[in-house]
């Protein structure tokens, strides 16, 4: 029998938080969509090299490696959320380490599973004021992966602009993770893509989740334990530089102008791997 090896890099959204595995741990979309790409699920052999909280540094100096002693077919890259949740934020890094992996892996042959992510300003309601840097910082991250992925014939999944996205049900608790009826949505519309370009040979993951909700009860001691501590450390770093950026959006008279000016550094960014002599990935077709 073939194996199908597929690698999985990124951060906790790929680690699979908020959908608990029947056996402890986490399970998420990666699990759910690998057990569907072919007819026998022991035909797939699926790394999960995602990690909570990695950066897209990490995961092309940590994650990406790993990936590629795997030689994976398929390889899932969905990272840049946590870049935006920091005060170090830099979109010319975020794009260089994106463009790095995906370079990398398509040298390989590797297919190339990537997806433009919502907006965590969006998914935790914040107000206006702190609402709009975090947005303009995710609309930057989502052009340089847009960008990328046509670059590399990459299977891109538009999960920032999914209908389930305004759904509650398709949250966990601390509104930042999908729950399992929100991972199963994701696999299913990478399912739906890599199936329409003959890669997944085997069912589609079911919409409906298998585990009954987490009870109002466990919601809330997640929230005063686990959740309190990740808001903490969000705190620590993101929450003065957001006041600093609301503190800018409240001088500029023309929110226009901020926007203006990202998306002229988001274009000197990819300009600035857009070089093709440079990349002997470039070009190559991942997906026939």
Known sequence: MTLLRVAALGDSLTEGLGDPAPGGGWR???ALLAAGLAPLAEAVDLHNLAVSGARAADVARIQLPTALAHR??????????NDTLRASYDIDAVTADLDAVMAELSAGGTVLLTACLPDPGR??????PLARP???RMRSVNEVVHALSERYAAVHVHAAEADWIDD?????VDRLHPSER??????????????????????APTPEPESAAPSRAAQTWWMATKGTRWVAERCTDLLPDLLRLAAAEARQHDP??????????????LAAVSDSDSNPARGLRAVS
């Open 72 to 81: 994976p077919h398929l390889a899932s890259v969905l990272v840049g959320a």
């Open 256 to 269: 226009r102008a901020l926007d203006l000016a990202a998306a002229r550094r988001t274009a000197a960014a």
């Open 123 to 128: 998914l935790l309601r914040l107000p206006g």
């Open 168 to 172: 509650p049900r398709m949250w966990s």
């Open 182 to 203: 929100g991972h199963r949505a994701l696999a299913r519309e990478f399912h739906t893509v890599l199936a329409a370009h003959g890669t997944a040979a085997g069912p």
């Open 28 to 30: 998420g979309w990666a």
């Open 134 to 136: 975090l947005a303009r």
